[in-house]
């Protein structure tokens, strides 16, 4: 099959899957999204012969609108807009995660600072506010006291882009040093692992330890219903323990890193992806 990788940088994880596909003899059309046009009635040529498209693309209003064009060609792309436009904003994906009745952390949104200093202070401290669109952590304020809410929320207000007046709160979970990554297609999980750190943000970008995890019978459920919440794909789910009630779900993420998961684990996370991408075109295209 010819497979179509959009991308505006080539990370490790990429090139992964780049071998991956290439040594199963699959023709790979690297497509830079900086340099492409998108038509409103036709593709661009380097599109038109994928068989299927693989959004890797690093900024997210790139991959948002690159995945809604690709979909309108009618050319099947991991993943999906429509998974896309959830996953990638967070009030979206706390509301999709709620909605499936999947256990996510208490979260209110508001649109002025006024109301965003009443939310904090009936969550108390600490709390956490997030822009509603980011990764990597940035941007993500652990809140300690009122004072400490008042100069975020009003640096938010006047300096921000757009998006960072809407305000988006959530309460926040005590967590054992560690949260959970499990990467995931479809609802099926890959491979999972700890994330640990002495901060508490636990991402992998900012410097966490990684470990393997066995994913138990209740984590199994959750990852798959969280995946069906934002429309399934190749997606990381992100579990946090929270002791006697089991796991909440804080976040599903469409563009999924998976160096540190291939890493920490004995799971060949790319070939695993690959096996699944082979399942998206006709058997004849894939053969």
Same mark, same amino acid.
């Given at each position: ?15 992964? =899957? ?21 038509? =409103? ?6 599109? *038109?012969?994928?068989?299927? #498209? ?33 996953? *990638?904003? &967070? *009030? ?46 940035? =941007? ?15 640096? &938010?207000?006047?300096l921000g882009h757009y998006e960072h007046k809407v305000f988006y709160v959530q309460e926040f979970v005590e967590k054992p040093g560690r949260d959970i990554r499990v990467v995931a297609t479809d609802g ?46 190749? =997606? ?19 563009? #999924? ?13 790319? *070939? ?16």
């Amino acid at each position: 099959m010819r497979v179509g990788v959009l991308y505006s940088r080539i990370r490790r994880d990429e090139k992964l =899957l780049l071998n991956e596909l290439r040594s199963r003899d699959h023709e790979v059309a690297k497509l830079d999204v900086r340099k492409l046009r998108f038509a =409103l009635d036709e593709p661009p040529a380097e599109l *038109a012969e994928c068989d299927v #498209v693989l959004d890797r693309c690093l900024a997210t209003s790139r991959s948002l609108y690159a995945s809604q064009f690709v979909d309108s060609y009618g050319v099947p792309v991991v993943n999906g807009p429509e998974t896309a436009e959830v996953c *990638a904003d &967070k *009030a979206k994906n706390s509301l999709a995660l709620s909605n499936a009745g999947v256990p996510t952390p208490r979260t209110e949104v508001a649109f002025t600072k006024e109301t965003a200093m009443e939310i904090i202070e009936d969550f108390g401290y600490p709390c956490v506010l997030k822009p509603v669109v980011g990764s990597w952590g940035r =941007l993500m304020a652990k809140i300690d006291s009122r004072s400490a809410a008042e100069a975020i929320l009003e640096h &938010k207000a006047t300096l921000g882009h757009y998006e960072h007046k809407v305000f988006y709160v959530q309460e926040f979970v005590e967590k054992p040093g560690r949260d959970i990554r499990v990467v995931a297609t479809d609802g099926e999980p890959v491979a999972a692992m700890t994330r640990t750190s002495d901060h508490w943000l636990t991402n992998a970008a900012k410097g966490a330890t990684a470990e393997p995890f066995e994913l138990d019978d209740e984590a199994l459920d959750l990852v798959e219903r969280a995946s069906e919440a934002v429309g399934g794909g190749l =997606l990381g789910v992100d579990l946090m323990e929270t002791g006697e009630s089991g796991y909440t779900v804080h976040e599903v993420n469409h563009t #999924v890193e998976f160096k540190a998961l291939s890493d920490a684990t004995d799971v060949d996370v790319a *070939a695993r992806v690959v096996d699944w991408l082979e399942t998206k075109v006709p058997a004849e295209v894939s053969a």
